[in-house]
C-alpha cells in the first residue's frame, strides 16, 4: 500500500479480555515502531523492529503487552487481560532503515482502543 | 535518557502571523528530528526531516531548523492560515523518536 495501514481503527472491549492490533508498514520499511497516545498526552514508545534484529521492547509497560513482526512486514500488538488505563490511541510507524539512519518515520492512522 | 520539551503548549494567533514553535532535546547525540502535524483524531503527518548534519530544512511556507550543540529545533511557519490549526509535534531521532507533547496551534480567520 502506499502509506501505513493500520487495522482495527477503533476497538471496543470488555475489562479482561485480549486484543490484537495490527500494522501493515510501507513496503520495503524495516524499521517498525509501535507508539501509545493517551487522551490528551504525547506519545509512548512502546517497541521497535529493524530487520532481523531483536526488537527493543524497553516501553512495553507491562508482561501483558507484546509484539511480532513476521516475516519482517506485518507486526501485531497484543494486549493480555486488557485493564481500563489501557484506553489509548496505538500508533504504528515506520520507516526505511530507521531513526539511526536519518530516514524518515511515516505513521499509520491509528487505532482507538476503548476499554469498557 | 533522552527527554523532548516543546514550548509554547498551546497558541492562538490571528490568521497571516508569522509564529515559531521550539522544540528542545536533553540528548545531543541525535541522528535526525522530525516535525509532524496532528489533526484531531487522527495519526501524525511527517512534515520536514532534518538529519543530524543538516542546519534547517524548508517547505513552503515551512523552515525548521536544528542546532544539535544547543539542542534545540525551530519550526518556523509563515504567513500562518486557519488550515495550519493542528499539533505539532517533534521527534528526536536516535535509534528510535523521542516525542514532545506538542503545541497546539489555532490559527484565528
Known amino acids: ?116 | 535518557k533522552q527527554e523532548v520539551t516543546q514550548i509554547p503548549a498551546a497558541l492562538s494567533v490571528p490568521e497571516g502571523e508569522n509564529l515559531v514553535l521550539n522544540c528542545s532535546f536533553t540528548d545531543s547525540a541525535i541522528y535526525n528530528l522530525q516535525w509532524f502535524r496532528q489533526d484531531p483524531g487522527k495519526g501524525l503527518t511527517s512534515l520536514l526531516l532534518i538529519q543530524s548534519s543538516q542546519r534547517e530544512q524548508t517547505s513552503g511556507r515551512l523552515n525548521a531548523s536544528l542546532d544539535k550543540s544547543s539542542g534545540r529545533s525551530t519550526l518556523y511557519i509563515a504567513a500562518s492560515q486557519p488550515g495550519d490549526s493542528a499539533t505539532y509535534l517533534c521527534g528526536a531521532g536516535t535509534y528510535k523518536y523521542i516525542f514532545g507533547t506538542g503545541t497546539r496551534l489555532k490559527v484565528l480567520a
Open chain 1, 1 to 116: 500500500g502506499a502509506g501505513v495501514s493500520q487495522s482495527p481503527s477503533n476497538k471496543v472491549t470488555e475489562k479482561g479480555k485480549d486484543v490484537e492490533l495490527r500494522c501493515d508498514p510501507i513496503s520495503g520499511h524495516t524499521a517498525l515502531y509501535w507508539y501509545r497516545q493517551s487522551l490528551g498526552q504525547g506519545l509512548e514508545f512502546l517497541i521497535y523492529f529493524q530487520g532481523n534484529s531483536a526488537p527493543d521492547k524497553s516501553g512495553l509497560p507491562s508482561d501483558r503487552f507484546s509484539a511480532e513482526r513476521t516475516g519482517g512486514s506485518v507486526s501485531t500488538l497484543t494486549i493480555q487481560r486488557t485493564q481500563q488505563e489501557d484506553s489509548a490511541v496505538y500508533l504504528c510507524a515506520s520507516s526505511s532503515q530507521g531513526a539511526g539512519a536519518g530516514t524518515e518515520a511515516f505513521f499509520g492512522q491509528g487505532t482507538r482502543l476503548t476499554v469498557v
